[in-house]
């Protein structure tokens, strides 16, 4: 059985099935037979916040995701709380630390609110952390059995850059909300009823910042110890303004559903955006995280009502002669795609939709990309000029630049 046909558990509790991934995330087919550390897809992408309580709170009124899952002192973990929650085939796992000595808060202390950990469902632990182990990885945790009254869940960890980990989870022997450890929970938040049912399905990619001369190390290790193989390769000037630059890579796992865009400053005569996220994350760590909807307007117009604050999109986008005869024909008229500011790209292949959120913590660190892809497998690289000047005009404001 090749790994296409295996939908993850996660997919299959949100009802999506393979053709709906193929356009949302650009799923591939591949022969998982010579894959090394075969990796079915996601698993989780888990957080660690100031505030773990109001930030879950967050994800389910902004965001609209739904409480599924919890463990906290209630639950015998008197270290910190966990909330779980899912839209579509995502799941976020938010933490904070409860106990003044939790680890967690040390983490928080140095890098702010951040992801610590970027969990992959795999079908053969054992397999994929030998193989990572003679390839030099370094092994957090080593292959270990946890069991509840819902089965067995295998799991282990390897480190990837800075303080950031890949948790390789097989929960195929097992049927509970989460983890062991972890209750069913739902929530009393009552959603209005005109809200669509969810405004994600999936996960798309998972961007990493690394160091100035360490971009390729990390590509390397992502070819070498997980078997990922190099995507689109953006370098130097395409993504430069007259100020500042960086560099790009995109690694995937062999199925296109695990994507790593690993991006490294370039030297300019500014600042970039990127050593501004290595200033205050004190390091390398999770940039932004794609989340891929099959209605982008709709996703965005419900979250502007909400509040959230996307990148603006200079006026002269939209109107760039040369930008509309690229573009050519999308499903929505550009006019509806220019008063919300959503960029558009077109590949070869297709076309895709992209919005982004400022950062959504305190620090200039973390944010997120909606995207709606129709075809098109790439990232948006011919939005990156104007991406960065607005950025730039952000960084500007917060005296960063
Ligand atoms: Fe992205």
New binding site residues.
């Given amino acids: 059985m090749t790994m296409e046909q295996t939908l993850t558990s996660q997919e299959r509790l949100a009802e999506l099935d393979l053709k709906q991934l193929r356009q949302l995330v650009g799923l591939v087919e591949y022969d998982a037979q010579g894959d090394p550390f075969p990796v079915t897809g996601w698993d989780a992408v888990v957080w660690s916040v100031g505030n773990a309580t109001q930030a879950a709170l967050y994800f389910q009124v902004v965001f609209g995701m739904e409480l599924v899952a919890y463990s906290g002192p209630e639950t015998g973990n008197r270290d910190h709380h966990a909330f779980v929650l899912r839209s579509g085939a995502i799941r976020f796992v938010i933490k904070g630390g409860v106990d003044p000595n939790s680890p967690l808060l040390d983490h928080h202390r140095r890098h702010g609110d951040g992801v610590i950990d970027i969990a992959l469902e795999v079908p053969d632990v054992d397999k994929c952390v030998a193989h990572a182990r003679e390839q030099g990885a370094t092994v957090l945790e080593e292959p270990h059995d946890a069991t509840d009254e819902h089965g067995t869940v295998r799991t282990a960890a390897i480190a990837t850059y800075g303080e950031t980990r890949h948790t390789l989870v097989d929960r195929s022997r097992y049927t509970g909300p989460y983890l062991p450890g972890y209750v069913a929970r739902s929530s009393g938040y009552v959603k209005p009823g005109n809200e669509p049912k969810r405004l994600f399905q999936a996960l798309d ?1 998972v ?1 990493g910042n690394v160091e100035l001369g360490h971009m390729d190390e990390w590509v390397d290790f992502y070819n070498r110890v997980m078997g990922f193989t190099n995507m689109a390769e953006f370098i130097g000037d395409d993504i430069a303004t007259e100020y500042s630059a960086l560099m790009s890579k995109v690694v995937a796992s062999g199925n296109h559903r695990v994507k790593f ?1 690993l991006n490294e400053p370039a030297i300019a005569k500014k600042r970039s955006q990127i050593d501004e996220y290595l200033d205050f994350y004190r390091g390398p760590g999770a940039q ?1 995280l ?1 989340l891929a909807t099959n209605d982008i307007i709709r996703t965005v117009d419900v979250l502007r009502a909400k509040g959230v604050e996307f990148l603006a999109t200079p006026e002269s986008y939209y109107t760039d002669p040369e930008l509309r005869a690229r573009i050519g024909h999308v499903r929505v008229p550009i006019e509806e795609l220019a008063s919300r500011g959503i960029l558009v790209d077109r590949d070869e292949d297709g076309y895709l939709l992209q919005i982004f959120t400022k950062p959504i913590g305190d620090r200039p660190t973390l944010f997120f ?1 909606f995207i709606e892809r129709h075809g098109s497998l790439g ?2 690289k011919g939005n990156f000029q104007a991406l960065f000047e607005a950025i730039e005009r952000e960084q500007a404001k917060r005296g960063n630049f």
Wanted: proline fraction near 12%; aromatic fraction near 12%.
């Fill in positions: 990619h961007v865009p932004h794609a990309e990232f948006g």
